[in-house]
C-alpha cells in the first residue's frame, strides 16, 4: 500500500445549479506549488507559491435543514487521474467576521478513482470561504492510499 498526500489551494466560484432546485454548484481550479509557513513572535502566516501541475474541483451541495450540508463530486490531477468523493459526517458554513465572506470546513471520503487513483482510498479535509459574490476559496488536505 502506497500513501499519497497533497495539499492544494483552490479558486473559482459556486451558484446555485441550473434546473436542480436546493443544489449548490462548484467549480474550482488549483495550481502545484510550495507553501510556506511563518511562524514569529507577532504573526503566523502562509504563502502559496505556484508550480506547475493542475487540479480540477467540481462538486454539488446539498444544505440540510440545521444548516449543515453534504457534498460529493470529483477532482480531476491533470495528467493522473481523478478521485470522486462523499461527505464523511456533515460540512458547515457559517458567517465569519469578514461580513462579505462566509467560513466552513468538511471532510470527505474517496469513493473511486481512475489513473493512478484507480481502486484509492482514503480522506480530503477542506477549511473553505465563499463570498457573497460566489467566490470560493478552499484549501484541501488530502491523504489517499493507492493499492
Not at 507553501?35 to 451541495?61: M, N, Y
Not at 484507480?118 to 460566489?134: E, P
Amino acid at each position: 500500500m502506497r500513501q499519497v498526500q497533497y495539499v492544494l489551494r483552490f479558486k473559482g466560484s459556486g451558484g446555485p445549479k441550473r434546473g436542480a432546485k436546493g443544489i449548490l454548484a462548484t467549480t474550482s481550479y488549483a495550481t502545484a506549488g510550495t507553501i510556506k509557513t511563518t511562524i514569529g513572535a507577532k504573526t503566523v502566516d502562509a504563502k502559496f507559491s505556484a508550480g506547475r501541475g493542475k487540479a480540477t474541483f467540481t462538486s454539488e451541495v446539498r444544505f440540510n435543514p440545521d444548516g449543515t450540508f453534504i457534498e460529493d463530486g470529483t477532482i480531476r490531477f491533470a495528467g493522473a487521474g481523478s478521485i470522486s468523493f462523499s461527505t464523511r459526517g456533515a460540512g458547515f458554513m457559517e458567517p465569519s467576521h469578514d461580513p462579505e465572506l462566509k467560513h466552513g470546513a468538511i471532510m470527505w471520503q474517496i469513493e473511486r478513482g481512475t489513473g493512478l487513483f484507480k481502486g484509492a482510498s482514503g480522506l480530503i479535509t477542506s477549511n473553505f470561504t465563499f463570498s457573497k459574490r460566489g467566490e470560493v476559496v478552499d484549501n484541501q488536505w488530502g491523504v489517499i492510499f493507492l493499492k
